[in-house]
């Protein structure tokens, strides 16, 4: 019976995984910059990666890359301070 229901959670996880990388894969990234706006109003810095898809930038973002490589490559341990 504790196997049956270990493969049951272990499926329910599998497919809550699956369906989280194909919405994220399909969501536009403006969706992702309304996560933002509370974030900044806590006083955290804010990171948009991606263009935005041509809408315009708000003030809640901090700082825009093309690419998470590029931001990451170009930070330095002065900048976390």
């Known amino acids: 019976m ?13 497919f809550r ?7 994220a894969s399909f969501a536009p990234p403006a969706i992702f910059s309304l996560a933002l706006e509370p974030a900044k109003a806590l006083g955290m810095a804010t ?3 991606g263009d935005g898809r041509g809408k315009p930038l708000g003030d809640h973002i901090d700082h825009q890359a093309p690419d998470l490589l590029d931001f990451l490559s170009d930070l330095t341990f002065k900048d976390a301070a």
């Open 2 to 14: 504790i196997f049956f229901a270990c493969f049951v959670l272990m499926a329910m996880m599998i």
């Open 17 to 23: 995984l699956v369906l989280i990388l194909i919405l």
């Open 47 to 49: 990171v948009l990666i």
